[in-house]
Nanobody
Framework: QVQLVESGGGLVQAGGSLRLSCVNS????????MGWFRQAPGKEREFVAA????????NYADSVKGRFTISRDNAKNTVYLQMNSLEPEDTAVYYC???????????????????WGQGTQVTVSS
C-alpha cells in the first residue's frame, strides 16, 4: 500500500526558499522511484524532478535545474524537494508521485507514476 502525504508548501517572496517533504506510509518506500510534479491553474501537471530508488540518479526539468534539489531518505520513507531562488512562475500545487517502473533511471513522464499525494500549494510573490 502506498499513501503519500506532502507538506512544506506556503507563501514565499521571490528569491526565497522552501523545502517540500513527502512521506510514504507504506513499508516498501525504497522499492519506488519518486518524483515531484506541479500544476499551475489552467495548466497541465508537469514534471519537476525525480530520483531513483537508491538516490544515486536524478532528473530535473530544465526550468528548475540549478535551483531545485531532490533527495530521499529511505530510512525515513521520505522524499524532499529543496527549492531555492524561487520565482513567481514556480507558483503551483506540488504533487509527490511514486513509480514502480522497472527502469533504473527515474522517468519524467506522468503516466509512469501510479500513486499520488494530495498536493501542497506553493505561492511565490513578486
Amino acid at each position: 500500500q502506498v499513501q503519500l502525504v506532502e507538506s512544506g508548501g506556503g507563501l514565499v517572496q521571490a528569491g526565497g526558499s522552501l523545502r517540500l517533504s513527502c512521506v510514504n506510509s507504506g513499508r516498501t518506500f525504497s522499492s519506488y522511484i519518486m518524483g515531484w510534479f506541479r500544476q499551475a491553474p489552467g495548466k497541465e501537471r508537469e514534471f519537476v524532478a525525480a530520483i531513483s530508488r537508491s538516490g544515486t540518479l536524478t532528473n530535473y526539468a530544465d526550468s528548475v535545474k540549478g535551483r531545485f534539489t531532490i533527495s530521499r531518505d529511505n530510512a525515513k520513507n521520505t522524499v524532499y524537494l529543496q527549492m531555492n531562488s524561487l520565482e513567481p512562475e514556480d507558483t503551483a500545487v506540488y504533487y509527490c508521485g511514486a513509480s514502480n517502473s522497472p527502469r533504473t533511471a527515474p522517468p519524467i513522464l506522468r503516466w509512469n507514476y501510479g500513486y499520488w499525494g494530495q498536493g501542497t500549494q506553493v505561492t511565490v510573490s513578486s
